[in-house]
């Protein structure tokens, strides 16, 4: 299954961007679909996670800000990112669960914001 990711790029502090990732192969009960993120010199961190059937999770530090969604018939998910922040400056990762198959992540898209 590969993942591709869309949407990263550079924004001022209090802007917004929307990232994708889609997911293409041959696939089997996709599952959980969500977010995580690693600046530099830290350790990766959830961002945002969705169900099959739409039940979200977030971060504590994007809670109100960030908002994830997903289309299933195309087996896509996305993350609306508003009010950024510089903090929020990071490689972003999508990964993707499967109840009949392993997991796999996106190679990462980058997000700067800027202050």
């Known amino acids: 299954v590969r993942l591709a990711e869309s949407g990263g790029g550079l924004v001022q502090a209090g802007g917004s961007l929307r990232l994708s990732c889609a997911a293409s192969?041959?696939?089997?009960?996709?599952?959980?679909m969500g977010w995580y993120r690693q600046a530099p010199g830290k350790e990766r961190e959830l961002v945002a996670s969705?169900?099959?059937?739409?039940?979200?999770n977030y971060g504590d530090s994007v809670k109100g800000r960030f908002t994830i969604s997903r289309d299933n018939a195309k087996n896509t998910v996305y993350l609306q990112m508003n009010s950024l922040k510089p903090e929020d400056t990071a490689v972003y990762y999508c990964?993707?669960?499967?109840?009949?198959?392993?997991?796999?992540w996106g190679q990462g898209t980058q997000v700067t914001v800027s202050s």
């Open positions: 969705i169900t099959r059937d739409g039940k979200s």
């Open positions: 192969g041959t696939i089997f009960s996709l599952n959980v």
């Open positions: 990964n993707a669960e499967f109840l009949l198959q392993s997991g796999s």
